[in-house]
């Protein structure tokens, strides 16, 4: 960074307003809690400087933030993940949910209750979840199998009904479960004392406030059209539209695992099985660490397709010395996120309008004290895949370490 922006990112304040937390009490966005996703407020401010409706692309979907707003404002939207729980989840929030559906989700919560009370149900499996004791106590789980029996029984695979009930169901064991979000990351309380206290009484009642939400919600129906796609941002070029506006925000180069995050969601609703699987999807994933991605970093061949750059060559120098523990395998982390982000802005050019405006909220990053300028590299790469107007600019302060901020990286694709 210069000096003048390392002066103005200097007097930012970490704002709240800026990061999930803001989502939490915002209609369908504050569904489910993903603890990496970014605020609504800034894409709301983002989107508020184009009244004119546009065809929105979020190549990262997370929980569909972008593709909500966007549609709530009445623009069309697309977005893509690889992940396809998010893709279920970014469809679940912005399908349009009649009053006829609502009040038959009502009706069909009252039977789930009493089939759960009188047993009248088939139980679900409990989840292969490494020591899932660790997440619930045995009463929770056993009630929480056999809420999610009842769902299956009840409700037909696919229907809306079903679709808002699973996300209430993600409510309630999230709030029943021993997860913890006082840290960056998903974490575990110290202790499970209140977990116990839970009878079927008041786990009924969290359940019925969870459908309640959720309803709220999805009575708040967005003007645009949204498409939701399975798919990978380093292959765009197979999506069958042009874009006016993208505003994402890609995983960040912090080694922080999506898969570790969505965890308890993707196993009870049978996205996951395993941990093979769960490792096998954070490697396909860009910047993903979790279980068999760490261990494949340690192999990994340098990629045909790379992005090459001094300052990044420097850092992965830095962060690789021998005395740095685990150095070489944060090293071939960050190249290996690079060079997917690269590919992944190669293809994007394929799909732009004359005249597209893009933006990349991103966080930069320390590595052994060597400070990543992840900023300066998105903006590196977007010029030499002759983007114009290319800037970033500080947005907010991220935490107690001085030089952690995140960005707003921007540009325009050349009319032509």
């Known amino acids: 960074m210069s000096d003048l922006a390392v002066e103005g990112a200097a007097r930012l304040r970490q704002r709240a307003d800026y990061t999930h937390s803001y989502n939490s009490n915002t209609g369908r966005h504050g569904w489910l809690r993903l603890t990496p996703a970014y605020s609504v407020k800034i894409v709301e401010e983002m989107l508020a400087r184009h009244p004119t409706p546009l065809h929105v692309l979020d190549p990262f979907c997370g929980t569909g933030t972008t593709a909500l707003s966007a549609a709530y404002r009445g623009h069309a939207a697309t977005t893509v993940d690889i992940n396809p729980f998010l893709v279920w989840l970014g469809r679940a929030k912005t399908a349009s949910y009649s009053r006829k559906v609502a009040e ?14 009188n047993g009248r149900n088939v139980s679900a499996v409990p989840p292969p979840i490494s020591n899932i004791e660790r997440w619930w106590p045995p009463n929770v789980v056993d009630y929480l199998c056999a809420l999610k029996g009842a769902i299956e029984t009840e409700c037909e695979r696919g229907s809306l009904e079903r679709m808002l009930l699973e996300v209430a169901f993600c409510r309630i064991l999230i709030a029943s479960s021993n997860a913890a979000f006082n840290h960056q990351s998903m974490s575990f309380k110290e202790s499970q004392d209140s977990l116990f206290a839970l009878d079927q009484s008041a786990l009924d009642g969290m359940f019925r406030r969870d459908v309640k939400f959720v309803l709220e919600g999805a009575m708040d129906n ?5 498409a939701v796609i399975p798919g990978d941002a380093r292959n765009l070029g197979s999506l069958d539209a042009e874009f006016d506006l993208v505003v994402t925000s890609p995983p960040y180069a912090n080694r922080m695992s999506y898969i570790r995050e969505l965890r308890p969601y993707m196993y009870w609703l049978g996205y996951l099985k395993s941990a ?3 490792g096998d999807l954070d490697w396909e994933a860009i910047g993903g ?10 192999a990994r061949k340098e990629s045909d397709v790379r992005f090459q750059d001094q300052r990044l060559d420097q850092f992965l120098a830095e962060v690789a010395r021998p005395e740095n523990k685990n150095g070489t395998l944060l090293a071939n982390y960050v190249a290996k996120y690079f060079d997917d982000i690269w590919l992944h802005l190669a293809s994007l050019t394929e799909v732009l309008k004359a005249g597209c405006e893009v933006h990349y909220i991103v966080g930069n990053s320390t590595f052994y004290g060597v400070l990543l300028p992840v900023e300066e590299l998105y903006a590196e790469m977007l010029r030499r895949l002759q983007f114009a107007n290319v800037e970033y600019r500080a947005i907010r302060k991220r935490n107690s370490k001085k030089e952690l901020f995140e960005f707003d990286v921007s540009a325009r694709w050349p009319d032509g």
């Open 104 to 117: 038959r989700v009502l009706g069909i919560c009252s039977s789930l209750i009493e089939a759960v009370r």
């Open 222 to 226: 967005p003007r645009g059209d949204v």
């Open 276 to 278: 093979r699987e769960a």
């Open 289 to 298: 660490t979790w279980g068999v991605a760490t261990s494949r970093l340690m």
